[in-house]
């Protein structure tokens, strides 16, 4: 069974930094584009970022809103999927989704469950 | 940005009812479109991408159709199960967006 599974999400302060896991299990990570996706209740679903395959080198791409403070990164030793985030503000508070990046375009499938991260003094 | 608008925001059925959800994106998509439903508490699941095209599993009575700006998600015969919160996402352009979101009561 293909699944994705995050974990780091907390409380943080503003201007505070995070780095949330995604290990994922079924499937070879390495081949795949993986990315990650935010919700919030006011603003609904959010594209953040995305890590490209190990045939493009894992290049990565961002939202806007997060470029200069957020880095996605991977280990596959660990099949695992990194998002670290600094100078976090309090707009950046959601449930951050892992997702696999579908074989033939950009829709997204399986989710992770979700991670919650709440920036807040 | 490529803007989704989603309609309605809300739709009231019951079991049985035919429904359908409209999602319209700010520029021509081609047929860069996926469907998700969201129940409480859970993650979305992907049913339809490719504009059309079913995802393994999900139930034949969810269809999807449409292309460049206009789209369409149909639910033939709702069950129980299907009250949850549908969106759209545009598949075709960095940064992806969403729809707000439709949710089914």
């Known amino acids: 069974e293909v699944q994705l599974v995050e974990s780091g999400g907390t409380l943080v302060q503003p201007g505070g930094s995070l780095r949330l896991s995604c290990t994922g299990s079924?499937?070879?990570?390495?081949?795949?584009?993986l990315d990650w996706v935010r919700q919030t209740p006011g603003k609904g679903l959010k594209w953040v970022g995305r890590?490209?395959?190990?045939?493009?080198?894992?290049?990565?791409e961002y939202a806007a809103s997060v470029k200069g403070r957020f880095i996605i990164s991977r280990d596959d030793s660990k099949n695992s999927l990194y998002l670290q985030m600094t100078s976090l503000k309090t707009e950046d508070t959601g449930v951050y989704y892992c997702?696999?990046?579908?074989?033939?375009?950009?829709?997204?499938?399986?989710w992770g469950q979700g991670t919650l991260v709440t920036v807040s003094s | 940005d490529i803007q989704m608008t989603q309609s309605p925001s809300s739709v009231s059925a019951s079991v049985g009812d035919r429904v359908t959800i409209t999602c319209r994106a700010s520029?021509?998509?081609?047929?860069?479109l996926a469907w998700y439903q969201q129940k409480p508490g859970k993650a979305p699941n992907l049913l339809i991408y490719a504009a059309s095209t079913l995802q393994s599993g999900v139930p034949s009575r969810f269809s999807g159709s449409g292309s460049g700006t206009e789209f369409t998600l149909t639910i033939s015969s709702l069950q129980p199960e299907d009250f949850a919160t549908y969106y759209c996402?545009?598949?075709?352009?960095?940064?992806?967006?969403f729809g707000q979101g439709t949710k089914l009561e």
């Open positions: 079924g499937f070879i990570l390495s081949d795949r584009y």
């Open positions: 520029q021509d998509i081609i047929s860069w």
């Open positions: 890590s490209r395959n190990r045939a493009n080198s894992y290049s990565t």
């Open positions: 996402q545009q598949a075709k352009t960095l940064p992806f967006t």
């Open positions: 997702v696999r990046v579908g074989d033939d375009g950009n829709w997204f499938d399986p």
